[in-house]
């Protein structure tokens, strides 16, 4: 354990993480800096931005102060990229970017390139290639035909395998193609390969039309972008059907519902939003950039007896800096084009969210499948979302509102002018929250016990710190109990646990999907941008409870969403004994995927909570990716996903991330 400050410890793995890829490095790859070095550089770098403001140099000492006080308590964390560039040489700061893709070779290659500089410098993107004419349409300019989106995505896709991120880790993608594209169906399917497009999440942009029509079991039409012509009349539910299936059989394709983010689109004079990032919860524009934050709910609880609750006095003054850092990262940040320059500038979306949200229902003695859980949620995040907006229209007063204000949905609101046209995204929060020792995100925890298999043959059991304190207190604690959790991955039925205990320690596949999306739909009511949430299934869904999960998330609100169900991977390394012995499906007819995109953050919770890698460490204490060998079950340290491991490198289908030695 290392400790930040009394009472505030990274645990042993967070501090590896930390060492492999956040912390500064000398001449010879040696870290030159320890955890509280990074973020004072982070801190000292950030707060210089606001020299730009007529800050002096006390002033600009005193917010550095506070923004390395907050990190340091764990109270809040920036974005990797913030973490990892402030104050070196690469100096990009940002981790959500969206490229314009246009029907052209010329545009299609400029957005490689694009796609190469921004990868290499950390960041992930996202794409519409709802634009792009489809497969077998005339191409005139050479008498051929097109090849269509997906074999130009292959090609995104192989541009992206060859650049590394940072040095240290390979890009993510998002593809989204609009579902009235004549090739929808084609890219509904075109990852039932697991050897194809590993480093693309996809999603099919659905409409509100769409929608209707699948609800009356109407028609859609295809369009060519091209000419504005229509190419076919498909059956909706059909195509929502191929939608559900691939989702139960994979996790892909996830959906989006691009009209509600464009109701939600705070500058339409600009130009429609057609993408996200990689994990969906940020949707943007062509070039548009977006740096996110996250409030650790944990670090925002008093502990007082009989259960915590939590502190909004203290997490309003969490907020209020959030805010204020991440509008200083807008003018810290080096940005890797200068269209992106130009559109961040201009909107300055900046994403404010949460981790630790099981954590935190934990110790409040809440269970995450309750009213009280869900009422909360919205409590928590409308306060969030208010005094976000509160602290950014106070940065106005002093900054100016964000350029193209008076163009924009804001303008001519109650509360006069905001510094920022966006400041609230709920993101997955993968490794942050393994930083910051608690659940990721807004997921509800994998498992309570989970075992790992070291190489001489041990066994080493891990046990939630909350749920073990919690079962020591109360007198129940039991090796054979344990081993049993760490077998079921549940307390449920277990009769020597008292009820109350059962009721609140719940898992995320004891969490039935209506309550997950529910969960969701609650925190995106008061989310400007968008949720990161993942709906877990146990193995034995069916595609019929994916549909209706879909449809559910339409009817409440989100935004977008995605699916995971237990066991569909044969590569799933992070499983309960009961799920990784689940027999495979026998109705899927296509192949599978090696790594789950729908698991990520379920998974990465199992890794979060405990403060524990789960692969087979050669020195029995855990350790970085790139020291495994070849056959070692193995897990990404940057989305929680099972890895390829081949010639000494490691690397993740899931998110691209990789190491070698």
């Given at each position: 354990?290392?400790?930040?400050?009394?009472?505030?410890?990274?645990?042993?793995n967070?501090?590896?993480?930390?060492?492999?890829?956040?912390?500064?490095?000398?001449?010879?790859?040696?870290?030159?800096?320890?955890?509280?070095?990074?973020?004072?550089?982070?801190?000292?770098?950030?707060?210089?931005?606001?020299?730009?403001?007529?800050?002096?140099?006390a002033?600009?000492?005193?917010?550095?102060?506070r923004f390395?006080?907050?990190?340091?308590?764990?109270e809040?964390l920036?974005?990797?990229?913030?973490?990892?560039?402030?104050?070196?040489?690469?100096?990009?700061?940002?981790?959500?970017?969206v490229?314009?893709v246009?029907?052209?070779?010329?545009?299609?290659?400029?957005?490689i390139?694009?796609?190469?500089?921004?990868?290499?410098?950390?960041?992930?993107?996202?794409?519409s290639f709802?634009?792009?004419?489809?497969?077998?349409?005339?191409?005139?300019?050479t008498?051929?035909?097109?090849?269509g989106p997906?074999?130009?995505?292959?090609?995104?896709?192989a541009?992206?395998?060859?650049?590394?991120?940072?040095?240290?880790?390979?890009?993510?993608?998002?593809?989204?193609?609009?579902?009235?594209?004549?090739?929808?169906?084609?890219?509904?399917?075109?990852?039932?390969?697991?050897?194809?497009?590993?480093?693309?999440?996809?999603?099919v942009?659905?409409?509100?039309d769409?929608?209707q029509?699948?609800e009356?079991?109407?028609?859609?039409?295809?369009?060519?972008?091209?000419?504005?012509?229509?190419?076919?009349?498909?059956?909706?539910r059909?195509?929502?059907d191929a939608?559900?299936?691939?989702a139960?059989?994979?996790?892909?394709?996830?959906?989006?519902?691009?009209?509600r983010?464009?109701?939600?689109?705070?500058?339409?004079?600009?130009?429609?939003i057609?993408s996200?990032?990689?994990?969906?919860e940020?949707?943007?524009?062509p070039?548009?950039?977006?740096?996110?934050?996250?409030?650790?709910?944990?670090?925002?609880?008093?502990r007082?007896?009989?259960?915590?609750?939590?502190?909004?006095?203290?997490?309003?003054?969490?907020v209020?800096?959030?805010?204020?850092?991440l509008?200083?990262?807008?003018?810290?940040?080096?940005y890797p084009?200068?269209?992106?320059?130009?559109?961040?500038?201009?909107?300055?979306?900046?994403?404010?969210?949460?981790?630790?949200?099981?954590?935190?229902l934990?110790?409040?003695?809440?269970?995450?499948?309750?009213?009280?859980?869900?009422?909360?949620?919205?409590?928590?995040?409308?306060?969030?979302?208010?005094r976000?907006?509160?602290a950014?229209?106070?940065?106005?007063?002093?900054?100016?509102?964000?350029?193209?204000?008076?163009?924009?949905t804001?303008?001519?609101?109650?509360?006069?002018?905001?510094?920022n046209?966006?400041v609230?995204?709920?993101?997955?929060?993968?490794?942050?929250?393994?930083i910051?020792g608690?659940?990721?995100?807004?997921?509800?925890?994998?498992?309570l016990?989970?075992?790992?298999?070291?190489?001489d043959?041990?066994?080493?059991?891990?046990?939630h710190?909350?749920?073990?304190r919690?079962?020591?207190e109360?007198?129940?604690?039991?090796?054979?109990?344990?081993a049993?959790?760490?077998?079921?991955?549940?307390?449920?039925?277990?009769?020597?646990?008292?009820?109350?205990?059962?009721?609140?320690?719940?898992?995320?596949?004891?969490?039935?999907?209506?309550?997950?999306i529910?969960?969701?739909?609650?925190f995106?009511?008061?989310?400007?941008n968008?949720?990161?949430?993942?709906v877990?299934?146990?193995n034995?869904?069916?595609?019929?409870?994916?549909?209706?999960?879909f449809l559910?998330?339409?009817e409440?609100?989100?935004?977008?969403v995605?699916?995971?169900?237990?066991?569909?991977?044969?590569?799933q390394?992070?499983?309960?004994?009961?799920?990784?012995?689940?027999?495979?499906?026998?109705?899927a007819?296509?192949?599978?995927h090696?790594a789950?995109?729908?698991?990520?953050?379920?998974?990465?919770?199992?890794?979060?909570?405990t403060?524990?890698?789960?692969?087979?460490?050669r020195?029995?204490?855990?350790?970085?990716?790139?020291?495994?060998?070849?056959?070692d079950p193995?897990?990404?340290?940057e989305?929680?996903?099972?890895?390829?491991?081949?010639?000494?490198?490691?690397?993740?289908?899931?998110?691209?991330?990789?190491?070698?030695p």
């Amino acid at each position: 354990m290392y400790e930040l400050k009394p009472g505030v410890t990274l645990s042993d793995n967070a501090l590896t993480v930390l060492r492999r890829r956040y912390l500064a490095r000398d001449a010879d790859g040696v870290p030159s800096e320890d955890p509280l070095g990074m973020f004072r550089r982070v801190a000292d770098n950030v707060a210089q931005a606001e020299r730009a403001y007529g800050a002096d140099d006390a002033e600009i000492g005193a917010a550095a102060d506070r923004f390395f006080d907050a990190m340091a308590s764990l109270e809040f964390l920036p974005n990797s990229p913030t973490l990892m560039n402030a104050g070196r040489d690469l100096q990009q700061l940002a981790a959500c970017f969206v490229l314009p893709v246009q029907d052209s070779i010329e545009s299609i290659f400029d957005a490689i390139k694009h796609t190469a500089l921004i990868h290499k410098s950390g960041g992930g993107t996202g794409f519409s290639f709802s634009r792009l004419r489809p497969k077998d349409d005339v191409v005139r300019s050479t008498r051929g035909v097109s090849s269509g989106p997906i074999s130009f995505m292959t090609v995104f896709n192989a541009a992206t395998e060859a650049i590394k991120q940072g040095g240290t880790r390979r890009g993510a993608n998002m593809a989204i193609l609009h579902v009235d594209h004549p090739d929808i169906l084609e890219f509904i399917r075109c990852k039932t390969d697991n050897q194809a497009l590993t480093n693309f999440n996809i999603s099919v942009g659905l409409t509100a039309d769409f929608m209707q029509a699948v609800e009356s079991g109407g028609t859609i039409r295809t369009v060519n972008p091209r000419t504005g012509e229509v190419v076919a009349e498909l059956d909706a539910r059909e195509v929502f059907d191929a939608i559900v299936v691939g989702a139960w059989r994979n996790g892909e394709p996830g959906i989006i519902f691009l009209d509600r983010i464009n109701a939600d689109n705070p500058t339409p004079t600009l130009g429609m939003i057609e993408s996200t990032n990689p994990c969906g919860e940020q949707p943007l524009l062509p070039y548009e950039s977006c740096n996110l934050g996250s409030v650790n709910l944990v670090r925002m609880l008093r502990r007082e007896a009989p259960r915590a609750e939590l502190d909004f006095d203290r997490l309003g003054g969490i907020v209020d800096l959030g805010v204020r850092f991440l509008d200083d990262v807008i003018d810290a940040n080096r940005y890797p084009l200068d269209e992106i320059a130009e559109q961040t500038r201009g909107n300055r979306k900046i994403g404010l969210g949460v981790m630790g949200w099981a954590d935190a229902l934990f110790k409040m003695a809440i269970p995450y499948d309750s009213e009280q859980a869900i009422d909360l949620a919205r409590v928590v995040m409308a306060f969030i979302q208010r005094r976000a907006r509160a602290a950014s229209a106070r940065l106005a007063e002093s900054r100016g509102p964000f350029p193209n204000y008076a163009a924009s949905t804001w303008a001519g609101r109650e509360g006069g002018p905001v510094r920022n046209a966006t400041v609230t995204t709920v993101a997955p929060t993968g490794t942050l929250s393994l930083i910051a020792g608690v659940s990721s995100g807004i997921e509800p925890l994998f498992a309570l016990v989970f075992e790992r298999h070291v190489l001489d043959g041990d066994v080493l059991r891990e046990v939630h710190p909350i749920f073990e304190r919690v079962a020591r207190e109360r007198g129940f604690y039991a090796d054979d109990l344990m081993a049993h959790l760490a077998d079921t991955g549940t307390l449920h039925g277990v009769s020597n646990v008292p009820e109350d205990v059962r009721r609140v320690f719940v898992c995320a596949h004891d969490v039935t999907p209506d309550w997950h999306i529910r969960m969701q739909a609650a925190f995106q009511q008061f989310t400007d941008n968008a949720v990161s949430k993942t709906v877990n299934f146990p193995n034995s869904a069916t595609p019929d409870h994916v549909r209706a999960v879909f449809l559910k998330a339409y009817e409440l609100g989100c935004k977008g969403v995605t699916v995971y169900r237990d066991g569909s991977r044969e590569a799933q390394v992070l499983a309960t004994a009961a799920s990784s012995t689940a027999a495979p499906p026998t109705e899927a007819p296509m192949s599978e995927h090696a790594a789950p995109r729908g698991s990520v953050r379920s998974l990465m919770q199992r890794i979060a909570s405990t403060g524990a890698f789960v692969r087979g460490e050669r020195d029995g204490v855990g350790g970085p990716l790139g020291t495994e060998e070849p056959g070692d079950p193995i897990v990404c340290l940057e989305c929680g996903d099972p890895v390829v491991h081949e010639s000494g490198c490691v690397v993740c289908p899931s998110c691209g991330f990789s190491e070698c030695p």
